[in-house]
């Protein structure tokens, strides 16, 4: 495909085309059920001498010391501290559950610049409800009234039962006073400095004072009328199951997979957004399942945890190793996961590109992958994206130039390679590069935006 020129030309076309093919399809999606984590994400945007401050006041030793491994949870602000730093240290997200209520009060003192929903369904609500204007049922495990604030206008619905009967009211409608589940977000951008450290790149770390989606309590609503519920979906994503452990992950496993036969009869297509799971019992657990779903989102760091489950250590090794990370070893892998699964659909998403790997053909996946950059990209610049204004805007973001080596590098693999879409024997690839803001205003929450748009994009489309 041409010269460097030729193809960032190229890309542009593609990214407006496709801006304007998905938005005119996602009105006629009827309904998207998105369970099962929500919560309140307080964010802090990190300011070094306080944190020095607050780490010299504890004892720099102390704090140092978790910064080297990361405790299992929260129970002293050492571990707190500690934690953030393991994360700036690295330029790697992490999350920990607070246990301890004098934690819980110290956070809320030192406070938070700005709230926002949180929790993947929480994101995706507000995006597919509030920006894209897609109908969306979503598990809110807890609605106190600053939750329900936080919430979008627009389609964005939870159940309520009234006498045994079934209503879909806006959360702000549903007048309960339940309790707030918050998630303590420390950002932190490229180059930030902490004593004789530097942040390699802007990532976050998150506290979660949460009692609720931490052991993926199921509201009695999707319980006792899930399959009601469903009826008003023609599309679902699953997520929130990451925290769990091997104490805890029996019982909620057991309605999960009911939960699957339901929309498995009616025919729905489900996404798993599989978030970074630390536990080995659960990860394990989620990739025997996985082959239910029809979809799963991951990134490089959740690819090779799981190819690390399936006995491939080697590639799980290579897939961290390089960065940015070859192209090459994540079809490999990918390759692997649909192979070992059956599952149909896999997006793939790292820093300057996306792959999609299905077990059908079509241009709208690709499509629905340069959507899905855009309103990364608005989510990077804005934090919170409010409407599909922000979502054009990034259309003038540059397209990630070093991705096009990768491109010039698929082509020469691939025989049939054109304008991102490979059509393999039983299967199609496709590839693109994505948008990338240079001074990101945060970054909790752009996988999940990715995630969501390009799945439900790429149905609207069909
Ligand atoms: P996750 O790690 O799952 O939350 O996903 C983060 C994803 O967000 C990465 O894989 C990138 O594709 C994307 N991303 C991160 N930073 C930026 C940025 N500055 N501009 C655009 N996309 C970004
Ligand atoms: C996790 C966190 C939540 C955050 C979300 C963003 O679910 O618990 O606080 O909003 O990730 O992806």
Known sequence: MGN?????????????????????????????????????????????????????????????????????????VEHLLGGILWSIRRGKAAELFVESCSVRFYMKMWGWDELRIGGQVGIMANLLGGVYGVPVIAHVPQLSRLQASLFLDGPIYVPKLECGKLKLVHPRKFWRDEENCIHYIYEFPRGFRVFDF????????????????????????????????????????????????????????VEI??????????????????????????????????????????????????????????????LLKTEPIDPLIVIDAMNILMDRTGIERIHFHTYGYYLALTSYHGEEVRDALLFASLAAAAKAMKGNITGLKDVRKALAVPTNEKALIFEEKLEREFSEFERGVAKLEDKQLVFVPTKIVVSPKSTVGIGDTISSSAFVGEFALR
């Open 4 to 76: 460097f020129k030729d193809r960032i030309g190229t890309w542009k076309a593609l990214y407006t085309e496709a801006f304007h093919k998905v938005t005119e399809a996602l009105p006629q999606v009827r309904g998207v059920l998105l369970a099962y984590n929500t919560n309140i994400d307080a964010i802090k945007y990190l300011d070094s001498q306080d944190l020095e401050d607050r780490i010299e006041r504890i004892g720099r030793e102390k704090v140092l010391k978790y910064s080297e491994e990361l405790p299992e949870r929260i129970t002293r």
């Open 198 to 253: 530097e942040a390699p790149r802007e990532n976050r770390f998150i506290g979660s004072a949460d009692d609720y989606n931490p052991n993926l309590y199921i509201r009695p609503e999707f319980r006792e009328a899930f399959e009601e519920i469903t009826e008003k979906a023609e599309l679902a994503i699953i997520s929130g199951l990451q925290a769990l452990t091997k104490e805890n992950y029996k019982e909620p496993f």
């Open 257 to 318: 997979g009911r939960h699957l036969d339901v929309l498995s009869a009616k025919g729905i297509p489900v996404h798993l957004e599989f978030a970074f799971t630390p536990d080995e019992a659960v990860r394990r657990k989620l990739v025997e399942i996985l082959g239910r779903f029809t979809s799963v989102g991951l990134n490089e760091v959740e690819l090779a945890s799981i190819m690390e489950i399936l006995g491939e250590k080697a590639i799980s090794e290579r």
